[in-house]
């Protein structure tokens, strides 16, 4: 590439000071993001609920640390105000975090369970967008990046998670909507979704050997996934690497879904 390629290619990814919200930061994908946010340049704040862990990221990539149990729709509420007042306008916002509360299948998921798969994969990232929405369109511009996952898109033989398919679909079709919705302001809305990757909630499927070959037997790339993998996606559609694309859910699953 010429040297004014390379320019070029850089400021694509190029995140120059850009305030960024991740949430999820406390481990797993979150924590992969926030990192690679920083070095791009932006102002990253994590959220989750483990403040410890979320100070030692912090304090490595130079950010803010914001504690919050992002299923309490109230406290949800807090998070992008408190990042406006200490870093500036939000431009990105990462909804990593996500959970799963019942192992039971479908007819058997207790309505507890149910709500509470919704209220944080669901409902918490539709808050965070609501309250980054009037400092995104102040400054001109905005990506958002939700994290689904290919139960979202098909089922999963053998490992019952109705609610949280349900719940991840539901951040596809809210992506789609916001994305034509906010056009107008240049804010993109775009969701990644994961295949299966090691992390603390897929740490007991790993250790499992019967479960790890069954992951092994269908995922057709030879390689076992972790959150770096994921990661560039998200970058990609954060940064002006992305800057056409909104409205999308892209599949990162190491093919899968493809089968
Ligand atoms: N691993 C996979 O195979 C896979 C596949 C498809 C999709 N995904 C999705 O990828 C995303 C990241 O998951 P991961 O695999 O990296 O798992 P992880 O390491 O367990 O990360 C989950 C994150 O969500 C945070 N979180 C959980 N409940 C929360 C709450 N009530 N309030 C605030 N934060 C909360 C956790 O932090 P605290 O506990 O500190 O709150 C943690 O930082 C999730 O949305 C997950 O659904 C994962």
Redesign the pocket.
């Known amino acids: 590439m010429t040297p004014d390629g390379d320019a070029f290619a850089r400021r694509m990814f190029d995140l120059d000071d850009r305030v960024a919200i991740v ?9 992969s993001v926030a990192r690679a946010l920083a070095s791009l340049g932006a102002r990253v704040a994590v ?4 403040h410890d ?1 979320l100070a030692g990221l912090a304090k490595e990539i130079d950010g803010l640390a914001v504690a ?4 309490d729709p109230e406290r949800a509420g807090s998070v992008v105000p408190a990042v406006a007042a200490d870093l500036g306008p939000p431009e990105i916002l990462v909804n ?4 799963m509360f019942t192992e039971e299948r479908a007819e058997d998921e207790p309505l507890d369970a149910v709500r509470r798969t919704l209220d ?2 669901l409902v918490a990232p539709f808050l965070l967008a609501q309250a980054a929405f009037p400092h995104m369109r102040a400054v001109g511009r905005g990506a958002i990046v939700n ?5 979202g898109r098909v089922g999963i033989p053998g490992i019952p998670q109705a609610s949280y398919a349900a719940s ?1 679909a539901g951040l596809s079709g809210l992506t789609a909507e916001l994305a034509v919705q906010w056009a107008r302001h240049s804010i993109r809305v775009n969701t990644v979704a ?9 740490g007991p499927l790993y250790e499992s050997e019967r479960a790890a070959a069954y992951l092994r037997r269908n995922t057709p790339l030879p390689k076992e ?1 972790d ?1 770096d993998d994921i990661v560039g996606a998200v970058v990609w559609l954060a940064g002006d690497a992305g800057s056409y694309v909104t409205g999308q859910t892209i599949v990162v699953d190491g093919g899968w879904t493809a089968r």
Request: aromatic share 4%.
């Open positions: 949430t999820g930061a406390s481990s797993g994908l979150g924590a959220v989750a609920r483990r862990r919050c149990d992002l299923s990593a975090a996500g959970g944080l994969n994290v689904s996952s290919i139960s991840k994961p295949g299966f990757f090691r992390s603390e909630i897929t996934g959150a």
